[in-house]
Nanobody, 116 residues
């Protein structure tokens, strides 16, 4: 049974930082492309950052230079370091694993709120 468990969300002031973590189990982690998505109220879920099996990364334009995605294959974890947070970064953040044969898995999400 595949599980993705996110942690690290919370309330932070504008300009602050948070680090999200996603712990994966039940899959061969190194074979999966890992991503973070966000979903704000009333909006569709959108890609924030992705990291391939080889470590290549790509980001949504709105977070480039502020967010960094990384992975630790030894611990089956993916991280999202978020700096210089803005109110518009407020959303539920989801961890996603995309593997062979189009298999995709989602975590339950973690809330990030950027507000004074």
């Amino acid at each position: 049974q595949v599980q993705l468990v996110e942690s690290g969300g919370g309330l932070v002031q504008p300009g602050g930082s948070l680090r999200l973590s996603c712990a994966a189990s039940g899959l061969t982690f190194s074979k999966y492309v890992m991503s973070w998505y966000w979903q704000a109220p009333g909006k569709e879920r959108e890609l924030v950052a992705r990291i391939t099996r080889g470590g290549t990364t790509n980001y949504a334009d709105s977070v480039k230079g502020r967010f960094t995605i990384s992975r630790d294959n030894g611990r089956n974890m993916v991280f999202l370091q978020m700096n210089s947070l803005k109110p518009e970064d407020t959303a539920v953040y989801y961890c996603n694993a995309e593997g062979p044969l189009g298999l995709r898995y989602w975590g339950q999400g973690t809330q990030v709120t950027v507000s004074v």
